[in-house]
């Protein structure tokens, strides 16, 4: 199953390399035809528009799986393990309901919009909302299996201390500086 997981988020990252590279030559292309031919590509604003938002969401999702999103948890290092595991699920819970509704938001304007062709290349834009569905599939997916380690106890070191971080700076310096807690005399 690990291996199905990682070929999945292998696939994504490609995607969003694709969608990268896509996007450059599009806007580049239709830079280039604007100045030096006075024409240009109708196409590229709305697909170059279309890869960007898929390519957040591709990149959305890897960051939840490696756990890459920003966070802020000085508080939250400060309690003992027992409340930290109750917050982190506590969050992982709302996250799979706003996952939830980014799915059914989303799911909804698929069905709606399946037969609406898009302005400029004339695709169901049907396609511009699936990244939706998508996400909020894997994201859930993603969140329950978190759920699932951290209720099993098999989540350890799910807040970082500042020195795996590298955020704690070493020797004398802390205790200035005030970064551990103390008041640094």
């Known amino acids: 199953m690990k291996r199905i997981a990682d070929l999945y988020f292998q696939l994504l990252k490609l995607l969003m390399v694709l969608c990268m590279i896509a996007m450059v030559i599009m806007v580049f292309g239709n830079v280039v035809m604007r100045y030096a031919f006075n024409s240009g590509i109708t196409l590229s604003e709305e697909?170059?528009?279309?890869?960007f938002?898929?390519?957040?969401?591709?990149?959305?999702?890897?960051a939840l799986r490696e756990k890459g999103h920003l966070g802020v948890d000085m508080l939250l290092r400060r309690m003992p393990a027992f409340i930290q595991r109750a917050c982190l699920l506590a969050g992982h819970l709302l996250m799979i309901y706003f996952s939830w509704l980014i799915f059914s938001g989303s799911w909804d304007q698929v069905q709606i919009n399946l037969h609406t062709p898009a302005?400029?290349?004339g695709l169901p834009m049907a396609v511009f909302y699936a990244?939706?569905?998508l996400f909020g599939i894997s994201a859930g997916l993603i969140l329950l299996c978190e759920c699932y380690r951290l209720l099993r106890g098999a989540e350890e070191g799910f807040v970082e201390a500042p020195v795996a971080t590298g955020l704690?700076?070493?020797?004398?310096?802390?205790?200035t500086l005030g970064l551990d807690g103390r008041s640094g005399k």
Not at 47 to 51: A, D, F, G, M, Y
């Open 119 to 121: 302005p400029a290349s």
């Open 47 to 51: 697909l170059s528009r279309w890869c």
């Open 131 to 133: 990244c939706g569905v």
């Open 53 to 62: 938002v898929w390519m957040v969401f591709f990149g959305a999702l890897v």
């Open 168 to 175: 704690q700076m070493s020797g004398d310096a802390n205790n």
